[in-house]
């Protein structure tokens, strides 16, 4: 049906402008496209950019010199960012953009709108962006060395600009780093594809990271943040646990009600979380596999060891997913206490118990 109305479309343009003349066509396609912009126009370009998609992939476009509107369409189109050459032309005729499309070489995230992409191309060449991907469960010190060998900053700079709090974000203003805390603001870089200017300040790429943690942390979670009783920063620290010892998303609300389940039962013994996770991020160990912590690594002295100090650590582990923060603020409804890797499933996911028996039972059963 999409094809068809285009299809229509094209052919109206191409009758329409022998008849009535260029006024006439634009008036008729503004009536017909009015629809089309009632959604605003999300990009922004200071000392970096920044993109809104945790998956998509970023495509380089070069366009040459001379190029008109039809040639960048259908280089568009063979690119697979847009579907329909004459809807690109005809809403960069209503934009007024014909004439201010830019030579150089663009950075374009896939999914992006038709509008947007015109907007970006209108903004100049990109050649000095640097299009990275942060990973869900990154820590500050692998974006911190993602960013220098991307050549946007070094990681010394952004690992200090992690410890400050001197942004004019209301989010992070108030943020107080408790005595053992490594960076005040791991748990605020949300995962995603960024672009971002490179040689630009470590303070700057830090703000284009909170203003969006600001853009993606909706109203919704906010009121359910506080409904909780939980702090934001909190909140953050479960999030990053349950994005840490989950292989797989199926399990983040599940994890998370296990986890606010022992919080609420008082019991001593659960008061220590015991998370391997915890151990690994306390050795800086965040690549190694959650099933290397050995009873020694369990001794490790540090506050973030869950299973020698009691409640919260000092902070998040890692910067989780919108949807491991999502899980913990709307978390299953289940009676879990205890997990473990269910050696059953080939993908890692955990196996649940409610009590110490059935825990029991089940690790009896995987000898």
């Known amino acids: 049906m999409i094809e068809r109305f285009n299809r229509f479309l094209a052919w109206v343009a191409r009758n329409i402008k022998k008849t009535i003349g260029l006024v006439g066509l ?44 039809s040639d960048i369409a259908n280089l568009l189109q063979r690119r697979g960012l847009i579907e329909d050459t004459w809807e690109f032309q005809i809403k960069a005729r209503l934009m007024g953009a014909t004439d201010d499309f830019k030579t150089g070489i663009y950075y374009i995230l896939e999914g992006s709108g038709v509008e947007e992409i015109i907007n970006i191309l ?8 640097v299009p990275i991907h942060i990973p869900a469960g990154a820590t500050v010190d692998e974006v911190a060395t993602l960013l220098e060998e991307s050549g946007i900053c070094s990681a010394t700079d952004f690992q200090r600009a992690a410890n400050m709090t001197t942004y004019d974000i209301d989010l992070v203003k108030n943020l107080t780093a408790p005595e053992g805390r490594r960076y005040i603001l791991e748990g605020y870089v949300l995962p995603g594809t960024y672009q971002i200017i490179r040689d630009s ?12 943690f600001v853009s993606e942390y909706s109203a919704s979670l906010s009121q359910m943040a506080e409904q909780s009783g939980y702090t934001l920063d909190q909140i953050l620290t479960l999030a990053s646990i349950v994005q840490a010892e989950c292989a797989v998303e199926s399990d983040y609300s599940t994890f998370a009600s296990m986890l606010l389940n022992r919080i609420r039962s008082g019991k001593e013994s659960l008061s220590y979380w015991s998370m391997p996770s915890t151990v690994l991020y ?8 959650l099933t290397s912590v050995t009873e020694a690594d369990q001794q490790y002295d540090s506050p973030y060891n869950t299973y020698l100090y009691q409640g919260f650590p000092p902070g998040p582990i890692c910067n989780p997913s919108i949807d491991a923060i999502r899980a913990v603020l709307y978390p299953e409804d289940t009676s879990y206490l205890y997990y473990e890797i269910d050696l059953s499933q080939p993908a890692g996911q955990r196996h649940f118990s409610a009590t110490e028996q059935e825990h029991n039972e089940y690790l009896e059963s995987q000898r």
């Open 122 to 129: 209108r903004a100049g060449d990109q050649s000095d962006v």
């Open 26 to 69: 634009v008036a008729l396609m503004a009536l017909i496209f009015t629809t089309a912009f009632s959604q605003g126009y999300h990009f922004m370009r200071g000392d970096s950019y920044a993109a809104q998609d945790d998956n998509a992939g970023t495509v380089a476009v070069e366009i040459p010199q001379d190029a008109s509107t």
């Open 282 to 289: 306390a050795q800086h160990r965040t690549e190694d596999e």
């Open 201 to 212: 300040s470590a303070t700057n790429v830090m703000k284009v990271f909170l203003e969006r």
